[in-house]
């Protein structure tokens, strides 16, 4: 057995023994794959195992994140943190191999993977950012930026509607740096793809406008050409299609869904070693392809070591250049926001989406950095960069024409954001965030620097009726963890929240703003919008002790004051409070809530223009949450607030009868 066939099968070996110790596991794919990953490994990847987050490494995505035993495998042979023992660990808690690729840049882990389609898009995103960084770094002589993405797809990846989004955007942007490799094996859970696939795949991504390869995934010579081929070609993404065979090797279940999602069993690994002749010994791992595969190492910190010398020569050259990488690299932001906005929030009554564009804007030239864009609504979201062109083949200006892609669009920001350089923004209506919620949670479980803008927010849309007016869509996104969804109140507010937006690095942002104008808060007569980064704040209060709260967000902080101003007059002890950012707001120590939110005031009343749910753990059963329980309605949109009741009248008569209880 040569070398190559020994390392091959080291993979698919210790693939099935993961898979079989856990008693749980997908062992057919890598069994599979292995020899297409092995080529891709030790012949192309261009990566540091001892430094897995070197910035110009090539980026390598398992889109088929069941699969992950075979990336496992690759790690641990090519000298990443990972050891024999935790590979042992597979989807055991605290491991370091969980049952799906969880992001973990320490261990060689560039994304989560597991909901098919993401990581196909999010390569895409991965993309995108290293065209915009090499445009914006690299000078002649200095390609300071020139990785690739290189991803394994399965037939479930090809089959999920997020990548023919972002296939489609991939082909019109002509990422050249794109090289996917489909393992065409056949099998999903219920059998054959027959039973429900039978599209010309190749065809479809030459109509996208991708190169498009063949090859038998078992011919090395072949496989290795052809991914050559595809790297030489830069001004496509390839995509090379590999035919291979699930659980290759195994004499009962090759090419059956049996060997897709479960261990072999016993049995049968037993058979598939002897027909490779192999020791039955698990997680047996020869010496020579350890040392073999472990030359990635030396060779990983030789490429590093020759970029830091050209990085070195760089900054002499082009010092300013290589201080902006600097900041970028550690997510450094300046703006003179004092200088920027003295004037800001001035004028008269706004809504927040323009607020939000004219922040957007105001910032955009001291942070190249962000760039982002909408899917087809830039000029209904207000966010695209005046002055800064659009980010297209020949010229990578900053803002992103999406198309009417938000399925694609949020999985291209994550892809951006693991750049850890970039940080990207998308738009779009709020009721169509739920196009993005796979996206969206994948972001959140990452932890990634995403900024989302969602503009009409709620029934203030009007005539467009209940398909555009978002009701439920609030507390969906707040049910999301890691993500903090922040709805303004003003222009000033909506400051505030970008500044939030700017500054977190742990996870994304959610912006939720107006169609509809909304009168700037008298911030001498009430309380500074600076408030807004304790998630929750008294926006206004009487001299006692409250006999009321009223809680309150967005469009519904104006009713809620002028409901204050009539009963202060009374009068009643009333505090408002405007609660822009649920998830901060938790995040606050136990006294600022309880000096917020005294927990003797039993008689709370929410307003919010979506469902109520959520709400109760702030009113409890002595409180009133106004809120919709059902789908809007076509009408002008100040028609549908007095028809839902939000109303200054509704909310008196709600507080009153609280008070009087």
């Not at 209940?466 to 969804?485: D, K, M, S, Y």
Request: hydrophobic fraction near 40%; glycine fraction near 10%; proline fraction near 5%.
């Amino acid at each position: 057995m040569n070398i190559d066939e020994l390392c091959i099968n080291t993979i698919r070996m210790l693939s099935i023994d993961m898979v079989e110790k856990a008693k749980s596991g997908h062992p057919g794919m890598p069994m599979g794959d292995a020899p297409i990953a092995y080529v891709l490994w030790s012949r192309f990847l261009k990566h540091n195992p001892a430094n897995p987050k070197w910035a110009n490494r090539d980026r390598f995505v398992l889109s088929a994140g069941h699969g992950s035993a075979l990336l496992y495998s690759l790690l641990y042979l090519t000298g990443y943190n990972l050891t024999l023992e935790d590979l042992k660990q597979f989807r055991q808690w605290g491991s370091k191999t969980p049952g799906h690729p969880e992001y973990d840049p320490s261990v060689g882990v560039e994304m989560t993977t597991g909901p098919l389609g993401q990581g196909f898009a999010t390569g895409v995103g991965m993309a995108m950012a290293e065209r915009y960084l090499a445009e914006y770094f690299n000078r002649d002589g200095f390609p300071i930026v020139d990785y690739r993405v290189f991803a394994i797809l399965s037939d479930g990846d090809i089959m999920e509607g997020v990548s023919s989004e972002a296939a489609s955007i991939a082909g019109h942007l002509k990422l050249g740096n794109i090289v996917y490799i489909y393992s065409d094996n056949r099998i999903t859970i219920e059998g054959s793809t027959d039973l429900a696939f039978s599209e010309d795949v190749a065809g479809r991504f030459l109509a996208y406008g991708w190169d498009v390869r063949k090859v038998d995934g078992y011919d090395l010579n072949a496989v290795e050409k052809t991914i050559a081929a595809a790297i030489e070609q830069r001004d496509k993404p390839s995509l090379i299609i590999a035919r291979t065979h699930i659980g290759y090797g195994s004499p009962n279940k090759q090419d059956k869904a049996a060997a897709h999602g479960a261990p072999l069993g016993e049995d049968e690994v037993k058979l598939v070693k002897e027909r490779f002749n192999w020791p039955a010994e698990p997680f047996y791992v020869p010496d020579e392809v350890l040392s073999y595969m472990r030359v990635a190492v030396e060779r990983g910190k030789d490429v590093e070591r020759r970029w830091n010398e050209l990085f070195l020569a760089y900054r002499k050259e082009y010092p300013k250049l290589a201080e902006e990488w600097d900041h970028w690299s550690k997510n450094e932001l300046s703006v003179n926001w004092e200088e920027l906005f003295t004037d800001f929030g001035k004028g008269g009554a706004v809504a927040t989406r323009k607020a939000s564009g004219e922040v957007l804007n105001r910032i955009s030239s001291s942070l190249p950095m962000l760039v982002g864009g909408s899917a087809d609504l830039a000029p209904s979201n207000n966010t695209y960069l005046k002055g800064f062109g659009d980010f297209g083949v020949d010229k990578c200006g900053r803002n992103i024409h999406f198309g009417v892609r938000e399925h694609a669009m949020g999985a291209i920001l994550n892809g951006m954001a693991l750049s850890n350089m970039i940080i990207p923004y998308g738009a779009t209506f709020l009721v169509f965030s739920d196009y993005m919620r796979p996206a969206i949670r994948l972001a959140a479980l990452m932890g990634v620097h995403v900024i989302y803008i969602f503009t009409h927010d709620s029934i203030g849309i009007g005539e467009d009726g209940p398909t555009h007016q978002p009701v439920e869509h609030l507390f969906a996104l707040r049910a999301i963890p890691n993500l903090w969804v922040i709805r303004p109140a003003d222009a000033l507010e909506v400051l505030e929240a970008w500044k939030i937006a700017l500054k977190r690095s742990e996870g994304p942002v959610a912006l939720v703003l107006t169609r509809q104008k909304l009168p700037l808060i008298d911030r001498n007569k009430y309380a500074p919008a600076d408030g807004v980064h304790r998630g929750g704040y008294i926006l206004a209060d009487s001299d006692g002790n409250p006999d009321v709260i009223i809680i309150a967000t967005g469009s519904e902080v104006q009713i809620a004051l002028s409901v204050y101003e009539r009963l202060v007059r009374e009068p009643v002890n009333v505090r408002v409070v405007s609660m822009p950012c649920v998830e901060l707001f938790e995040e606050q120590d136990e006294d600022y809530k309880e000096s917020v939110l005294p927990k003797g005031v039993r008689r709370r009343v929410v307003i919010e223009a979506g469902v109520p749910d959520g709400w109760y753990k702030y009113v409890g059963m002595d409180g009133k949450v106004i809120g919709i329980n059902r789908f809007g309605a076509s009408a002008p949109g100040s028609v549908l607030f007095e028809k839902f009741g939000f109303t200054v009248q509704n909310l008196y008569e709600e507080v009153v009868d609280l008070l009087n209880r």
